[in-house]
T-cell receptor
Framework: EAQVTQNPRYLITVTGKKLTVTCSQNMNHEYMSWYRQDPGLGLRQIYYSMNVEVTDKGDVPEGYKVSRKEKRNFPLILESPSPNQTSLYFC?????????????FGPGTRLTVL | AQSVTQLDSHVSVSEGTPVLLRCNYSSSYSPSLFWYVQHPNKGLQLLLKYTSAATLVKGINGFEAEFKKSETSFHLTKPSAHMSDAAEYFC?????????????FGAGTRLAVHP
């Protein structure tokens, strides 16, 4: 089944403890992206990747890192999480970076930072 | 710059009555527009998309939207609401800036459907 998977789905952690949220897609997509969803704000882009080894900042990149060493994986890294990073995170992918390409979303990761 | 405004944060309808979720957009370029739906505790699913072809777009589950350039609107409609339509809906704009697929999301409209 074609899909985007994220792990973990739920995570409760403490301030300053490094964590990684994994994202993987099995559709051979070039483009991948991370978003965070907060009430009343919709989804905001954190980072995106046009293809392997090419990443760039989105609208809210502070406090996050990403890497794209393989086409299928795009992990999101929080080196020192803070409570303001408590949010619902979505990974998405599309075949190409062009604007007409539909993005497919993962199921989401709900992160709580205490 | 691109932006999108969903005019209602909450909409409540009775089952079997029409649904109207309003969306206005701003774009310096010829936009692509999408509606996504998010059911409770689920990811986002594409309902429909407009990419410069027919202005009336039909999507899944009986939803449709009309692109009106003169009004910069892309309202989502459904003739008859079903209980399973209760969810949050996002209007999204994407435009040709830098050639990559950045989506700008509206704040969302929560649709409640009552028996």
């Amino acid at each position: 089944e074609a899909q985007v998977t994220q792990n973990p789905r739920y995570l409760i952690t403490v301030t300053g403890k490094k964590l990684t949220v994994t994202c993987s897609q099995n559709m051979n997509h070039e483009y991948m992206s991370w978003y965070r969803q907060d009430p009343g704000l919709g989804l905001r882009q954190i980072y995106y990747s046009m293809n392997v080894e090419v990443t760039d900042k989105g609208d809210v990149p502070e406090g996050y890192k990403v890497s794209r060493k393989e086409k299928r994986n795009f992990p999101l890294i929080l080196e020192s999480p803070s409570p303001n990073q408590t949010s619902l995170y979505f990974c998405a992918s599309s075949l190409r970076a062009g604007v007409r390409n539909e993005q497919f979303f993962g199921p989401g990761t709900r992160l709580t930072v205490l | 710059a691109q932006s999108v405004t969903q005019l209602d944060s909450h909409v409540s309808v009775s089952e079997g009555t029409p649904v109207l979720l309003r969306c206005n957009y701003s774009s310096s370029y010829s936009p692509s527009l999408f509606w996504y739906v998010q059911h409770p505790n689920k990811g986002l699913q594409l309902l429909l998309k407009y990419t410069s072809a027919a202005t009336l777009v039909k999507g899944i589950n009986g939803f449709e939207a009309e692109f009106k350039k003169s009004e910069t609107s892309f309202h989502l409609t459904k003739p008859s609401a079903h209980m399973s339509d209760a969810a949050e809906y996002f209007c999204v704009v994407s435009a040709e800036t830098g050639g990559y697929n950045k989506l700008i999301f509206g704040a969302g409209t929560r649709l409640a459907v009552h028996p």
